[in-house]
């Protein structure tokens, strides 16, 4: 089982805002990082740190934490933002081990 | 331009033996946190291992006892030697560029498929 706990679908409406979140106790302590995988594609990091978005990566996208949760937004979804999300951060342990969630399912209606 | 290619991915028994390798380019991998990501069919990612500049190595639990990560810097390329492979191994396994201060996994490669099964 995931450290991290991350709802397995979300549903978003074209051109509506959404918030994917991420749950565990070593977000209280270490930021996520947040991943955008498409079928069949190696997964491209879109937010890391406390709202850093690497270049490319549309300002849509940002990224906040507040307690043992941490979120991903889209606001304004476009089509081309269906696809599976992943968070990732240490574990539990605070050790060097790193961690995904069980990623979530974003469709855009 | 920066990138990972990996390679070395296969179909094995169990209880086999497979080295992946992960070729860099853009980038020196010594002076980098390098790490190895799979993803089981269907499934999603796991992380497996990371390699710090200074030659730390941590696992996941899953992996420990079993893998081994390395790297050749004269190759530039990043190692993972899978031994006692297990069907539950059978899984896309990428290399990941490691952002040291961020923890995040700013490059991927393409992945390389490995099946364990007799």
């Known amino acids: 089982s995931s450290e991290l706990t991350q709802d397995p679908a979300v549903s978003v409406a074209l051109g509506q805002t959404v918030r994917i979140t991420c749950q565990g106790d070593s977000l209280r302590s270490y930021y996520a990082s947040w991943y955008q995988q498409k079928p069949g594609q190696a997964p491209v990091l879109v937010i890391y740190g406390k709202n850093n978005r690497p270049s490319g990566i549309p300002d849509r996208f940002s990224g906040s934490s507040s307690g043992n949760t941490a979120s991903l937004t889209i606001t304004g979804a476009q089509a081309e933002d269906e696809a599976d999300y992943y968070c990732?951060?240490?574990?539990?342990?605070?050790?060097?081990?790193?961690?995904f969630g069980g990623g979530t399912k974003l469709t855009v209606l | 331009e920066v990138q990972l290619v990996e390679s070395g991915g296969g179909l094995v028994q169990p209880g086999g033996s497979l080295r992946l390798s992960c070729a860099a380019s853009g980038f020196t991998v010594s002076s980098n946190y390098m790490s190895w990501v799979r993803q089981a069919p269907g499934k999603g990612l796991e992380w497996v291992s990371v390699?710090?500049?200074?030659?730390?190595?941590y696992y996941a639990d899953s992996v420990k006892g079993r893998f081994t990560i390395s790297r050749d810097n004269s190759k530039n390329t990043l190692y993972l030697q899978m031994n006692s492979l297990r069907a539950e191994d059978t899984a896309v396994y990428y290399c990941a560029r490691d952002l040291m201060a961020h923890d995040a996994f700013d490059i991927w490669g393409q992945g390389t498929m490995v099946t364990v099964s007799s």
């Open positions: 990732n951060s240490r574990d539990s342990s605070g050790n060097h081990l790193r961690v």
């Open positions: 390699i710090y500049s200074g030659g730390s190595t």
